[in-house]
Nanobody
Framework: QVQLVESGGGLVQPGGSLRLSCEAS????????TNWYRQAPGKERELVAA????????SYGDFVKGRFTISRDSAKNTVYLQMNSLKPEDTAVYYC???????????WGQGTQVTASS
């Protein structure tokens, strides 16, 4: 199993920045991709960003539009999501997720609240 611990959420004014962290432990050597998802009240969960373990390749949801950056520190088993120019519509619970071989290798963190409001 894999344990994921997210941190870094909080309240920020529109236009501000936050950096989320996702630290993985346990059976981490089979992680293929690490994802950040978010879910706002009354809305479906959506993919924010992803980073491949093998080559560091990244991808982003269309709504990110250059504002967010996903990165990793392999020595710390941690993936980050740097979020700049935050908007009120970015308000959501952000979840870290890892996928690996097989359907059963799918783990989620507990989520961290991000609120962009004045």
């Amino acid at each position: 199993q894999v344990q994921l611990v997210e941190s870094g959420g909080g309240l920020v004014q529109p236009g501000g920045s936050l950096r989320l962290s996702c630290e993985a432990s346990g059976d981490i050597f089979r992680i293929v991709v690490t994802n950040w998802y978010r879910q706002a009240p009354g809305k479906e969960r959506e993919l924010v960003a992803a980073i491949m373990t093998s080559n560091g390749r990244t991808s982003y949801g269309d709504f990110v539009k250059g504002r967010f950056t996903i990165s990793r520190d392999s020595a710390k088993n941690t993936v980050y999501l740097q979020m700049n120019s935050l908007k009120p519509e970015d308000t959501a619970v952000y979840y870290c997720n890892v996928d690996g071989p097989g359907q059963e290798y799918d783990y989620w963190g507990q989520g961290t609240q991000v609120t962009a409001s004045s």
